[in-house]
Each structure stands twice: as structure tokens, then as C-alpha cells.
């Protein structure tokens, strides 16, 4: 195995975290309580804010930045709502330096160009302190110059092809390797598979990913690639590629397939008789979350696996006090993806950087979020790393027919981002 | 009996009246960030003056109009972006010096068709030249056959959506559904300042001024009548001689030339350009700005571009949830109630009463809108000099025979 290249150790993860914000818990709001509430007194603006952005002796306002309107919004509802939450949880608990966060949200409405407008508006004309926002790459791209020009600050949330490091952004979902790698290795060591087929939708998120996964597959793991196929976003003919996968009988079909083609895909493959409880073919895939599940129908996926770092069905105490809080917050039939717990993320690690540095300036931010550790995560403890992603384990679960992942594998350790990982360029 | 004379008094205050918006109010009304999205917005200006021309007065309903601007935009990207990847910018890559899409996607060396973006006189000559040789091909492929109407209309659609999934499909080079983003300077020149999109914008505003003109001079020009002509009756005007399918082509080239500057302008005010600019909702989108402000009024696109998408701006940022409820209202509204836009209710509302306080015995008829059925009878029927201009446009609906 050649894990150990990949999957380095979480070196120091115990002691107290530096303000002991974060121990602890309470039934409502997983575990996360201030020990002494912050008095915004303590902290007057005129040195918490020393770069005009919209910070008031009791009020620090945030930009919320998704698509609510068009084709991404099933998508990003999610996000928004889980933002949402976890902004409501810390001004329960009396805020940020004792100034309650309030949110404008702007609609990105699926459309890059307006992600570019409002992203400047929210910087510009509202002096945001900071941004929760963004879901698919040419959003997040659209949006970088702007960030970076006008020294505004993103957290990001979607598991994403790496490739950045920008130092106006933290990356709170995984970079592609983060993905990748440790669900291939489970795939080889726990099932013996030795042939692969990669198919995905046409953008670079899949093909980016892919590579990384061929190289991988070929380079670090010596076995074999028969075939590597994509198709336009919104595709629903699947018929050839699936018959080509019965001609090459791989062991596993690594499917990167995103938005409504899924619903297409899983369908067809089941009514082509691959039945993906039998494992043979096994079907990994890094697009489901349970999010899509709900659009494809349980019973079209059961058995096939995911690879993410978050699962709804996550046994732990965090997890389980978060989605107590984000069902009743927004209803009991929702569902919660991996993207939509690392947007909870966002507000949580903004929060704790803000309170490291003692100020919002985002310089100041910037400079306090390496080593920001949550303890509370709802996937378990996760850190910021030099490189503004996060070290986060890696799992892998199998769907179930009633929508949920059961998880199946989880790292042993925390996995390190690697945005641009040496090898596999 | 056919005015020949460039402008009349009333549209040279028209022009006027447009510059002092453009020119002084809306920079002395706006902060920087305003400014720029208003930049923006009159970039789609381009694109709804090229619509008045090609369907207000050609009858020629192009719902793929977003091509050009993409061709266009697409040029200036080009150029940008090359100009941004310098080997030092770009050390982090495989291939240092290339564009960061293209060695995300395995490709090493620049395609050869990219070198020439290397040169500004041939992106600026590009721009225009791109779109106009598509829609020329276009042009010819269609008219030469005599296809028209809707027809035409969807065969437009159809092209939106192959360059969309061009683009997309061959995102090494062309980035994809990204889009060529992270654009930085123009021959050293940042961009991205708003010291830079301030001059963009009256850059924009003089060009935008230029295609206005251009847009009067054929409108009044021989060359115009017979356009208005043949979207009236084409049979007549080919049964007299004319070559139809030539008029045609020139106009949809003019058309496509004006959208490629607003595509260009639009890269380096933005500072991205992405295939969703390209395809069929924006295509349509651009219609509809036009059809806002009125299809037969050059100046009336100009205005229904900005109303729309200040409209869009503005109820988006009021009611994030509920925003394109209010904007579909808008459209409905005015296709319903003002079926020539803005420029009809200017026409039919206000013009009277500017008249009556002047108190002169000008003409019925006013050529801001080119109403057709005066200047050339449909029917053969004497033409009706005190009916209301409005009475006798084809409604909006159906304004491609």
C-alpha cells in the first residue's frame, strides 16, 4: 500500500485548543459553548476593525453567496441552510467578540458573471467581514479575482479538483486527492479490485479528478485503467458506455457523473441488469451525496459506494446534536450531504480564527486560520492547514435503499489537503 | 416625400439626452462598483442596438445573437489571459507559460491557433472579424435559400447551443465551463483597478455611441428603407430588383459585429468570459432587452438593456428568493401592455404632450419608431396619416414574416 505517501499522520491534535472555545457540549448546538462569553466591550471596533469592513459595536455582518434561483439551487439550498445554522447556533451563544453576525444574502442564480457582480457587491458596497459561499468551480473562479482584488475572505465548501491555493479563500470540503486516494486503496485492499473504468461528466472537476485517480491506480498501485469516458453535463444516454462496461468487465466502475445525469445513469445501469448489491461490477463514486440520492431514488443505487468525509449516518455526539438542529430548523424530511456539513463548517472556523486573531481585519484572519481546530465538527475533529484546506478523514459508505450511507471504512487518521500533489500532474 | 436628412431635431436631442446619461448623470449618480455594473449592462446594449437592426427593421429574429457576443468576448479573453500567463505568473504549472486550464488539461504546449491572440491589432481586428465570418456564413447558408422567419429563428437556437457545447466540450482549450477567467492586464495596463474600469466604461460608452450612429446612418440610409421594405413584403422588393439575400447577410453581419464589442467590452470590464454568455438563455435574454426597450428604437434598446438588467440587479438584491418572479412580471407586463417597449411608450405618452407644449404642426409621424405601414403602405392601401403609429406595427408576437 502506498497509504503512508498520502495519508500522513495528524502529529498533534490533543491539548487544549488555544481560547478553550470549543469544548465541552450542550444538548442543542453539538458541543459548542463558550466557557465566558466574549463581551463585545472588551473588544472595541475601532481595534477589531481596522479596515472599514461593516463591523458595529454590537454587529459583524457576513455575505451568504449561492445560488438560489437556476440550476445549481437543488444543489446549494443545502449550504445556504446549513450556513444558516450554524449562524443561528453562535449567536445564541452570544456571537463573535460579543457582536451578533448578520447575514446578507445575495443569489448567484447559477450564472457565473452575477457570482463575479455580487461577490463585488457583498465586498464593495457592504464591506462584508467575510463570505460563506460558492458551490461548483466556475463559480469559485469567477468570484477569485474579486476576492483577491478587494482583500475580501471565502470559505468555500464543495469537495473540489485542488489545483488553488488562494490566500483569500479557505477550502472547507476536500481537495481531489483528499477524495481519491484513501477510497481507491479501500477499494483494492478490502475488495481486490485490479481493473478500473472512469467515466464522468465533462468539466474539470471529473476530469481533473480522474487523472489523479489514473495516476494512482497505474502509477502508485500498479493495477489497470480500461477506460476512461465523459459526457456533456445534463447527458441522460448512458446505453453505450454502460454496454462497453459489460464488454471490459471491470472491477470497478468509477463514476464522476454530476446534476441530473446521475438520475439518468443509475437508472439505466440498473435496468441494463448491473445490480450493484452483487459488487460486480462495485461502483465507487465522489458525486453522490445523499443530496443526489434523493433525486436518483435509493432503490436505483443501493450498494454502491461513496467516497467523502461526510456521511449523515456518522455515529457520533456531534453529529448526532447537528442533525437534531438542522432537521428542526428546516424540516424533518431534510437530507444532509457532505457539501452541506462542510458549509456548517464555514461560519464555525470563521468564528474561531476571528477569535484567535482578537480582530475581523481579514489580514489578521488570514494570518490566525492555520492550525484553527474544530473539535465539534459534525465529521469529527477537523484543522486548518498551512494550506487553507482542511485535514479531515476520509470514509467511505454504501447506499442504502432508504436513501442513507452506511459507512463502510474511515481513515485512521486525519488526511493531509495536498492541492497540488506532487505525481500526479 | 422620403426624408433623406441624417437626424432630425427631435433625435439629435434624443442622442443627446442618452450621452448626458451616459456620459455625466450616471457617473456623477454612481459609486465605482455602480459604474462598473452599469458598464456592464451597456455592453448588452451592443447586442440590443445590432437586434433593432437586424429585427426591428430587417424582420430578421436571430435568437442567437449571444454567439457573437461570446466570439467576440471569447477574442478578448484570449488575448487577456495570455497576456496574464507569463512563465512567472504560471511557475507553479508542468507547462509554465501556457494558460492554467489548458495544463489542468494535459495539454503542454499552446495550440496553434492561440498564437495570434499573442498580437492586439489582431484580437481588436478579431473581435469584429470573428463574428462577422460566422454570421456571413451564416448569412449566406440561410438567405441564399431562402430561409427566414422562424426558421431561421431556430436554426440560430440550434447554433447557440452547438457553440455552447463546443466550448464546453473542448475545454483544454477554451476553459471549459469555467471560462477564461483570472484576467489581469491589457499591454501592462491593470484592469482590474477601478481607477481602469472607470475609463472601460467611457471607453464603452464612445464605442457604444459609435454603433449608434452607424445604426442611424443606415437606418436612414437607402439601404435602410429597402431593409424595412423587405421585412414588410420581400416578394415586392426582390420582384424590383433587389438581391434580397445580400441585404440580408450585411445586416446580420453588422449585427454580429456590433455584439462581438459588446463581448470584447464586456470581457475587460467583467474581467472573465464563460460559456454561459454564450447560449441559448442569454441569446434570448438579449431579445429581450431589446424587446424592452422597444425593437424598432436604437435608442430604446439602449435603455431597455439597462432597465432590465439594472431591474434584475436590484430585485436581486431585494428579494434574493423571489427576484425572477418580479422580473417575469416585468416582461409580461410589457409585452402585454407595450408591445413596442420603452421607445412606444415614450411615443404614444409622452411625445403627444411635448408636442402639444411646443404647440407645432409637426408631422404625425414620428421615425423614432419606423413605422412601417407609413413610409410604405402594406397593402397598397392609401396610408392612413392621423392613425397612431402604434395601430400599425405588427405586434411584438409576431414580428418575423
Known amino acids: 500500500m502506498s497509504d503512508d505517501n498520502h495519508l500522513k499522520n495528524n502529529p498533534n491534535s490533543s491539548g487544549p485548543s488555544r481560547r478553550a472555545v470549543l469544548a465541552g457540549g450542550t444538548a442543542l448546538t453539538a458541543s459548542l459553548f463558550a466557557p465566558k462569553f466574549l463581551q463585545a466591550a472588551d473588544f472595541p471596533t475601532a481595534e477589531v476593525n481596522t479596515t472599514g469592513l461593516a463591523v458595529t459595536d454590537d454587529t459583524v455582518t457576513i455575505g451568504i453567496l449561492h445560488s438560489i434561483t437556476g440550476t445549481m439551487a437543488i444543489s446549494e439550498t443545502g449550504s445556504v441552510q446549513a450556513e444558516k445554522l450554524a449562524i443561528d447556533q453562535i449567536n445564541a451563544q452570544g456571537g463573535i467578540l460579543g457582536r451578533k453576525i448578520e447575514y446578507i444574502q445575495e443569489d448567484g442564480a447559477s450564472d457565473w458573471p452575477t457570482f463575479a457582480e455580487k461577490a463585488r457587491k457583498l465586498l464593495v458596497n457592504d464591506k462584508v467581514a467575510s463570505v460563506m459561499g460558492c458551490w461548483t468551480s466556475a463559480s469559485r473562479k469567477a468570484v477569485l479575482p474579486v476576492f483577491e482584488q478587494n482583500n475580501g475572505f471565502l470559505y468555500y465548501p464543495t469537495f473540489y479538483e485542488g489545483l488553488e491555493q488562494s490566500p483569500n479563500v479557505i477550502y472547507t470540503g476536500q481537495e481531489a486527492t483528499q477524495q481519491i486516494i484513501a477510497g481507491l486503496d479501500w477499494v483494492v485492499r478490502e475488495r481486490g479490485a485490479e481493473s478500473f473504468y472512469l467515466l464522468g461528466s465533462d468539466y474539470i472537476w471529473p476530469r481533473t479528478s480522474n487523472k489523479i485517480a489514473r495516476k494512482h491506480i497505474e502509477d502508485f498501485l500498479g493495477l489497470k485503467v480500461v477506460g476512461e469516458e465523459y459526457y456533456p453535463l445534463g447527458h441522460t444516454q448512458f446505453n453505450s458506455v454502460i454496454n462497453k462496461i459489460r464488454l471490459r468487465k471491470p472491477d470497478v466502475i468509477y463514476a464522476i457523473v454530476v446534476g441530473g445525469s446521475n438520475v439518468a445513469f443509475y437508472k439505466q445501469l440498473k435496468a441494463a441488469g448491473i445490480d450493484m448489491t452483487q459488487e460486480d461490477p462495485l461502483l465507487l463514486t465522489i458525486s453522490v451525496t445523499e443530496d443526489e440520492i434523493r433525486g436518483i431514488g435509493g432503490e436505483n443505487i443501493e450498494g454502491a459506494y461513496a467516497c467523502m468525509k461526510y456521511f449523515q449516518s456518522l455515529d457520533n455526539p456531534n453529529n448526532i446534536a447537528f442533525v437534531k438542529a438542522f432537521k428542526e430548523m428546516w424540516g424533518e424530511d431534510m437530507v444532509i450531504g457532505d457539501v452541506t456539513q462542510a458549509a456548517y463548517l464555514g461560519p464555525w472556523l470563521w468564528k474561531a480564527a476571528v477569535e484567535k486573531a482578537g480582530s475581523f481585519d481579514v489580514d489578521k484572519v488570514r494570518e490566525a486560520s492555520p492550525g484553527i481546530e474544530l473539535q465539534s465538527a459534525p465529521e469529527g475533529y477537523v484543522r486548518i492547514h498551512e494550506n487553507h484546506h482542511l485535514w479531515s478523514k476520509t470514509r467511505v459508505g454504501k447506499a442504502q435503499a432508504d436513501g442513507q450511507y452506511e459507512v463502510v471504512f474511515e481513515t485512521a487518521e486525519l488526511v493531509e489537503p495536498d492541492p497540488f500533489p506532487e505525481g500526479y500532474q | ?401
Open chain 2, 1 to 401: 416625400m422620403t426624408r433623406t436628412r441624417f437626424m432630425r431635431l427631435d433625435e439629435w436631442i434624443g442622442f443627446a439626452i442618452l450621452a448626458l446619461v451616459i456620459f455625466v448623470l450616471l457617473p456623477a449618480a454612481l459609486d465605482d462598483f455602480r459604474l462598473n455594473l452599469f458598464g456592464k449592462y451597456l455592453t448588452y446594449a451592443f447586442v440590443a442596438i445590432g437586434l433593432v437592426l437586424c429585427w426591428g427593421a430587417g424582420g430578421i429574429l436571430s435568437l442567437g445573437q449571444g454567439v457573437f457576443f461570446g466570439l467576440g468576448g471569447y477574442c478578448m479573453a484570449m488575448f487577456l489571459k495570455l497576456e496574464a500567463s507569463t512563465p512567472e505568473n504560471t511557475a507553479i504549472q508542468s507547462t509554465p507559460g501556457i494558460p492554467d486550464f489548458m495544463d489542468w488539461n494535459q495539454l503542454t504546449a499552446l495550440p496553434a491557433w492561440w498564437e495570434p491572440f499573442y498580437s492586439l491589432p489582431f484580437t481588436l481586428l478579431a473581435v469584429i472579424m470573428v463574428p462577422v465570418l460566422l454570421a456571413g456564413f451564416i448569412g449566406f447558408a440561410m438567405f441564399s435559400r431562402r430561409v427566414g422567419g422562424v426558421y431561421f429563428a431556430i436554426i440560430t437556437q440550434a447554433i447557440a447551443a452547438i457553440m455552447t457545447i463546443l466550448i464546453i466540450g473542448q475545454q483544454g482549450f477554451t476553459g471549459g465551463v469555467n471560462g477564461i477567467t483570472d484576467l489581469r492586464t491589457l499591454h501592462g495596463w491593470d484592469i482590474r483597478t477601478n481607477e481602469a474600469k472607470t475609463t472601460l466604461y467611457f471607453v464603452n460608452g464612445v464605442l457604444l455611441f459609435a454603433c449608434l450612429f452607424i445604426a442611424q446612418y443606415i437606418r436612414k440610409s437607402k439601404l435602410g428603407r429597402v431593409l424595412i421594405a423587405m421585412r414588410d413584403q420581400e416578394d415586392r422588393v426582390r420582384f424590383s430588383g433587389y438581391d434580397v439575400a445580400n441585404f440580408k447577410v450585411f445586416i446580420f453581419c453588422v449585427g454580429a459585429a456590433m455584439a462581438g464589442m459588446g463581448g470584447a467590452m464586456f470581457t475587460l470590464q467583467v474581467g472573465f468570459m464563460s460559456p454561459t454568455l454564450v447560449g441559448i438563455v442569454p441569446s434570448i435574454e438579449m431579445v429581450i432587452f431589446c424587446a424592452v426597450g422597444g425593437r424598432l428604437s436604437i435608442l430604446g434598446a439602449v435603455y431597455g438593456a439597462l432597465l432590465v438588467n439594472w431591474s434584475k440587479t436590484v430585485l436581486s438584491e431585494s428579494f434574493p428568493e423571489l427576484w425572477l418572479f418580479g422580473l417575469g412580471g416585468l416582461f409580461i407586463a410589457v409585452v402585454m401592455f407595450f408591445p413596442n417597449g420603452l421607445a412606444g411608450i415614450y411615443n404614444d405618452y409622452v411625445e403627444p404632450h411635448i408636442k402639444a407644449l411646443f404647440g407645432r404642426g409637426k408631422p404625425e409621424r414620428s421615425d423614432e419608431v419606423a413605422a412601417p405601414a407609413v413610409e410604405t403602405p402594406p397593402s397598397g392601401g392609401p396610408a392612413q396619416p392621423t392613425a397612431r403609429p402604434a395601430a400599425q406595427i405588427p405586434p411584438a408576437g409576431t414580428p418575423a414574416q
